[in-house]
């Protein structure tokens, strides 16, 4: 026994030193975290937050800016309405869905009344952008005219009117909450020129200046009036017109670029419909990225000494094949008179002024 405790004692008394150490050690943590909790358990008593406190909390931090206790807190008046039904279209004579289930809209397919209020309670601003250079400042007076009669009324507008001519621009009386702002712009020699330029006008003013003043975008050619009530229901993250000519035209027949030169070529297999670049809208956003890609194509395609068949039209048209429009609008939207009038037309809100294209272009 004496020769055991000789040469194994000093070490069993070392591994139960250990072995205590490691004991007081563990439950020493336990203790400091028991204690922990119940400072926490004490620290929160009596505060009593309910769990809309709780998840307002939770909050705090995700998004700096946001005002967490004010969301949700409005609703819309009592509106009274037809009962729309989930068994029947609103229209059958028309398609009102694409197939990535963007709506398109036609006369009779949505309630304005509510979908006005719900914008109201974003209280967001729209620009309306014009180009009107060389002899396309004629068509200003009508164009700014109807607007104030028919365009977004009730909400908040900024008119952006890109001219090489600003003393041009006539003078007009505005409704509370309308702005106009001239914007300088170069007159090129060639209409095909002055058409391509407005992609980079419009992407390099939102980098510099629309962003800050809107929300949302919506483009249109300057020899157009308006004809009717054109309000909210045109704006989403992006949105495209139906051409007047082609809604009804095979893929095949669409007058898409098809020459594979060019940065605007879509091959004859795709494709779903041909949108005209005379009217078009969307959120700030949305129409940077389309314009700053349409842009950035044109200049490749000058590089290589090509110009697409539709000018800007068809880089537009490219683009809206892999980046789809989140809302359509129907050739209510952009029609000509001249083309005579369709049974399915129940309305005509943007319409063509009639001209000597040859002449204005020239």
């Known amino acids: 026994m004496k020769q055991f405790l000789k040469y194994c004692g000093v070490p069993i008394i070392l591994f139960l030193l250990v072995l205590m150490v490691s004991f007081w050690l563990h439950w020493n943590e336990s203790f400091i975290f028991i204690i922990s909790r119940y400072k926490s358990y004490i620290t929160n008593m009596g505060r009593q937050e309910s769990i809309g406190d709780s998840k307002e909390n939770a909050l705090e931090g995700c998004h700096p800016g946001i005002e967490w206790d004010k969301l949700q807190t409005t609703s819309l008046p009592n509106l009274k309405y037809t009962k729309p039904s989930a068994l029947q279209l609103p229209r059958t ?23 006005n209020e719900q914008f109201k309670q974003g209280n967001y601003s729209i620009g309306l952008v014009v180009f009107a250079v060389k002899k396309y400042v004629q068509f200003l007076p009508e164009f700014l005219r109807t607007a104030e009669l028919y365009f977004m009324v009730g909400h908040k507008v900024h008119y952006y009117v890109f001219t090489d001519q600003p003393e041009a621009v006539p003078n007009i009386a505005l409704k509370a909450n309308r702005f106009l702002h001239v914007v300088e712009s170069n007159p090129y020699k060639r209409w095909q020129d002055i058409s391509m ?25 300057s020899d157009m009036k308006f004809n009717d009530y054109v309000g909210v229901e045109i704006l989403d993250e992006l949105v495209a017109t139906l051409h007047p000519a082609h809604y009804g035209t095979e893929r095949e027949s669409l007058p898409y670029e098809r020459r594979n030169i060019s940065e605007a070529y879509i091959p004859v297999d795709e494709g779903d419909f041909y949108y005209m670049a005379a009217f078009y809208a969307g959120t700030v956003h949305g129409i940077y990225k389309m314009t700053k890609v349409c842009y950035d194509a044109i200049k490749k395609d000058r590089r290589k000494g090509v110009e697409a068949v539709w000018h800007e039209e068809s880089h537009f048209n490219k683009y809206l094949v892999y980046h789809k429009p989140t809302k359509v609008l129907s050739p209510e939207y952009i029609w000509d008179n001249d083309m005579g009038n369709r049974e399915i037309l129940k309305n005509k809100r943007f319409i063509a002024v009639p001209k000597d294209h040859d002449e204005i272009r020239n």
């Not at 028309?94 to 979908?115: F, R, S």
């Not at 330029?197 to 050619?221: G, P, T, W």
């Open 197 to 221: 330029q407005r992609m980079e006008s419009i992407y390099r003013h939102i980098e510099n200046h629309f962003y800050k003043e809107v929300d949302y975008l919506v483009c249109a050619d």
């Open 93 to 115: 004579d028309v398609n009102i869905l694409t197939p990535w289930l963007a709506p398109i809209i036609w006369e009779g397919t949505y309630n304005y009344d509510i979908i």
